[in-house]
């Protein structure tokens, strides 16, 4: 069983920065990519970006690409999203994932590639 516990979220005006944090459990952390995903209300759940298991690769969706930043501390088993020059249409729930398959190639920017989910932390950006 793999728990993911996602923290950080809040209420930030425009422009602000957040950094969330996802604590991973239960598995091999170091073998799996992670990804974070967001879902607005009434919106399908998007990615956001990924990192692989080293940590030595990223990819993001073009509407964060230069804002956000992601990063994964593998001794302490968590992986971090920067945001920075954040907008009104990054409210959202962020949720952190878990890659069903170890050492993918690849950083997938598909939700059903990961298998473990985190309960998600709510963030809110001010006009």
């Known amino acids: 069983q793999v728990q993911l516990v996602e923290s950080g979220g809040g209420l930030v005006q425009a422009g602000e920065s957040l950094r969330l944090s996802c604590a991973a459990s239960?598995?091999?952390?170091?073998?799996?990519?992670m990804g974070w995903f967001r879902q607005a209300p009434g919106k399908e759940r998007e990615f956001v970006a990924a990192i692989n298991w080293k940590g030595r690769s990223t990819s993001y969706a073009d509407s964060v690409k230069g804002r956000f930043t992601i990063s994964r501390d593998n001794a302490e088993n968590t992986v971090y999203l920067q945001m920075d020059s954040l907008k009104p249409e990054d409210t959202a729930v962020y949720y952190c994932?878990?890659?069903?398959?170890?050492?993918?190639?690849?950083?997938?920017?598909?939700?059903?590639?990961?298998?473990?989910w985190g309960q998600g932390t709510q963030v809110t950006v001010s006009s």
């Open positions: 239960g598995r091999t952390f170091n073998n799996y990519n």
């Open positions: 994932a878990a890659d069903q398959q170890p050492y993918r190639v690849y950083t997938s920017h598909i939700k059903n590639d990961y298998a473990y």
